[in-house]
């Protein structure tokens, strides 16, 4: 069972690419949505919330964790990853495609404070960047508006702006979205930038790598075919031989209307 944190919804922007890819999979998917916002919590704080839920998840069976969080992850891999036997799979700034894509060879991070102070987030920019300009600025308000459900409309764009042009000022062409909760601004982002702005969202590519990671380890759905504890027939159409049937569970520390509503507009 796949494991997935996040502060609140924004991981769903990755949950949703994960379940392209693996629809056969079992999901928890856990949102600290009574803690949320992490982007200005201290390192130990967010480290503390991490091990609670990573133990919630396990308890309930998961046996890889996506930390669907780039805040979380700059703050807590390296500690889960110590202190835990299975594996994290964590979310990482795109700056290499940006650059790859880059035109005016001036790329634009947007994330939280948390993020973009963390020697992780830093570490990857200075050993990824070349000759490329990389500029950032935190994505203020973006979180709550995402948290509220307000992912439209003139005040939206109005927050999205305030965070946005300072790095189209720079030259930027290519914005990074640093922070899981910014993809549900996407549209917002894109009309704030204009057509000639790229906007690169990583979590297609955390996808991919939790799917690589996940084969490597033996982990995928159909990969226990010789369980023996599975013994009743294949689930009809699903072309399985494991037992695993693409069920998921959402769960959250605070009240759970926004996931709720969220889940059932992605369809998830
Ligand atoms: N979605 C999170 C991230 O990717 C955290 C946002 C927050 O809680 O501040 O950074």
Do not use: W
Not at 118 to 146: N, P, S, W
């Amino acid at each position: 069972m796949i494991g997935i944190f996040d502060s609140g919804i924004g991981g769903l922007s990755v949950y949703r690419e994960i379940r392209k890819l693996l629809p056969q999979e079992d999901y928890v998917y856990y949102a600290d949505n009574a803690h949320c916002p992490y982007g200005e919590k201290t390192r130990e704080y967010i480290i503390a919330r991490a091990r609670e839920i990573t133990e919630t998840l396990i308890g309930k069976g998961a046996d890889i964790i996506v930390v669907a969080c780039n805040t979380a992850t700059a703050a807590a891999i390296s500690t889960l990853r110590a202190e835990y036997p299975i594996r994290f799979i964590g979310m990482e700034p795109a700056i290499k495609p940006a650059v790859a894509v880059t035109r005016s060879g001036v790329v634009g991070v947007l994330a939280t404070a948390g993020t973009l102070k963390a020697e992780k987030y830093r570490h990857t920019r200075d050993t990824m960047h070349g000759d490329v300009v990389v500029v950032e600025h935190i994505g203020q308000g973006f979180v709550e508006l995402v948290e509220s459900g307000e992912t439209s409309g003139p005040h939206a764009e109005e927050v999205v702006r305030n965070s946005l042009k300072p790095l189209l000022d720079e030259g930027a062409d290519t914005i990074v979205l640093g922070c899981t909760h910014y993809p549900f601004l996407t549209d917002v982002i894109r009309k704030v930038a204009g057509p000639d702005v790229t906007v690169i969202d990583p979590a297609p590519a955390v996808a991919r790598h939790l799917m690589e990671v996940m084969q490597e380890e033996g982990l995928l759905a159909g990969s226990e075919s010789t369980d023996a504890s599975f013994s009743g027939p294949e689930p009809a159409g699903s072309g399985l031989t494991g037992k695993r049937t693409g069920h998921s569970e959402f769960i959250s520390s605070g009240p759970d209307t926004v996931l709720k509503k969220m889940a059932a507009r992605l369809n998830l």
